[in-house]
């Protein structure tokens, strides 16, 4: 079993290819200035012949890094799956979760630590105040947004997909998380509100994605909505 650290950081890395190095180094500077107990869990799943090489990037940085622990095996889901990998190996007393693609600014880590080190809150999390991916993404967002909080009042989200997200080890030990699709953010925050948690949210930049396109297709547009409902009435 891994020592216990106080801070794991699980990095999603999914088709970041060579851009994740930079970030992950980046990320790691400023995690150090924060504590000196911490590891990354870089999730870098991958679909068996999609050519995607970002696992052997990943891979090197663990061998060169104990801090890192890198988590690469052939995907049995998608987004939700990967977030639940790496959060279950986690070993930290709070667990953050980010996207290695760079649009959270690393520098958000740091907020969203101070506030949960405080113990006031199980999760602390960013809602994005502005964003740089477009107005059909800005469009998409809204609406999921607005219905996320009318079929499930009570949250009071702002943003139920923005990360970092960084919650207590011992709030996450008591979720019940199933979703292996984009649905993860939405789930977690109705466990937050099911086992009465408490939680806060912090305003942070979105930025424009470089280097490749979005993952948010139709098709993931048409799984966020049908989970919505599905969620909501099949309970």
Known sequence: MA????????????RSG???VD???????????????????LVANYIEGSGDR???????LADDNPKCVALCKPKEGMMGW???????????????VIDGDGQFPIESISACFQEVRKGQYDLVKTYRT??????????????????FSILFPGINSEDANSKPKILKASAYQQMKLKSDDWFIDAEIML?????????YELPIEFYELEGRSSFVKPAAIWEFMKNLFNYRFDK
Do not use: H, P
């Not at 400023?30 to 990354?40: P, Q, V």
């Not at 990998?85 to 667990?95: F, H, L, P, T, V």
């Open 82 to 96: 990967d977030m639940r990998s790496g959060m279950d190996a986690a070993n930290g007393k709070y667990i953050c």
């Open 54 to 60: 970002t696992r052997d990037y990943v891979l090197k």
């Open 18 to 20: 060579a851009g994740v």
């Open 130 to 147: 502005k964003r740089g991916d477009g107005a059909y993404r800005r469009l998409i967002s809204k609406v999921y947004n607005f219905l």
């Open 191 to 199: 466990n937050i509100r099911d086992k009465k948690m408490t939680f």
């Open 23 to 41: 970030f992950i180094k980046k990320a790691e500077d400023l995690i150090k200035t924060l504590t000196d107990s911490y590891e990354l869990v």
């Open 3 to 14: 020592e216990k650290v106080e801070l794991s950081v699980v990095i999603l890395c999914y």
